[in-house]
């Protein structure tokens, strides 16, 4: 089984101020990894996926991710964040392959400071 | 034009009572999900239907039924209703069920059981 572990509940930041947001995984087999972003009172949205190839992920409005298999990290990243980034952040891990179901973090509530 | 659009947004009802959630996507996918939210934010799968045939069902009470009328519809039943089952929910669908797809999800529905 897979498990998914974000390591802060809450990350305040001051707007244009960089922002990293930490994410650890557990899984016996290779994996995909994700992370999705959930505006409030809105659904998840994906931002950005691990599949394969280069370890650094690239997303939208921004956003992007490096996959670290030594240290079982996903680790999602933006050198500038704004006022419209507040909104609460998944990372998630599925085993590759198959009829396989995502298992998603608790969720990093970020919050920028004007 | 919503892609994955869910009825009703909230519902409130009483412990005992059975309701419905529905779910409706327009994007021509395969694969449908639905989630459970809890309080916490933490999101867990419940069930996911590939062609409107069950492929995944999570430990899940037995009050809860889902029902695919068609691919593009995937629905939720619920019986004899209990405080812990307030939570939202939330539909998602996927062109196929391997996990490497991008899952969209709807806005949600706010149930709460008093």
């Known amino acids: 089984a897979q498990s998914v572990t974000q390591l802060d509940s809450q990350v305040p930041v001051f707007e244009e101020a960089p922002v990293e947001l930490r994410c650890n995984y557990s899984?016996?087999?290779?994996?995909?990894l994700f992370w999705y972003v959930q505006y409030p009172n809105q659904g998840l949205q994906l931002l950005l996926k691990?599949?394969?190839?280069?370890?650094l992920v690239k997303g939208i409005n921004g956003f992007e991710a490096e996959f670290n298999k030594s240290q079982t990290s996903f680790h999602l990243r933006k050198p500038s964040v704004h006022i419209s980034d507040t909104a609460e952040y998944f990372c998630?891990?599925?085993?590759?392959?198959?009829?396989?179901?995502?298992?998603f973090g608790i969720g990093t509530k970020l919050q920028v400071i004007p | 034009d919503t892609a994955v659009s869910q009825t009703p947004k909230y519902l409130v009802t009483q412990m005992g009572n059975d309701k419905s959630i529905k779910c409706e996507q327009n994007l021509g996918h395969d694969t449908m999900y639905w989630y459970k939210q809890d309080s916490k934010k933490f999101l867990k799968i419940m069930f996911s239907y590939n062609n409107k045939e069950l492929i995944i069902n999570e430990t899940v009470p037995n009050r809860f039924s889902p029902k695919s009328p068609d691919k593009a519809h995937l629905n939720l039943h619920i019986n004899s209703l209990e405080l812990g089952d307030s939570a939202v929910y939330f539909c998602?669908?996927?062109?196929?069920?391997?996990?490497?797809?991008?899952?969209?999800f709807g806005p949600g529905t706010r149930l709460t059981v008093t």
């Open positions: 998602a669908s996927s062109p196929q069920p391997d996990p490497a797809y991008e899952q969209y």
């Open positions: 899984s016996s087999v290779s994996v995909y």
């Open positions: 998630a891990v599925t085993p590759q392959g198959g009829y396989q179901k995502v298992t």
């Open positions: 691990y599949l394969s190839g280069s370890t």
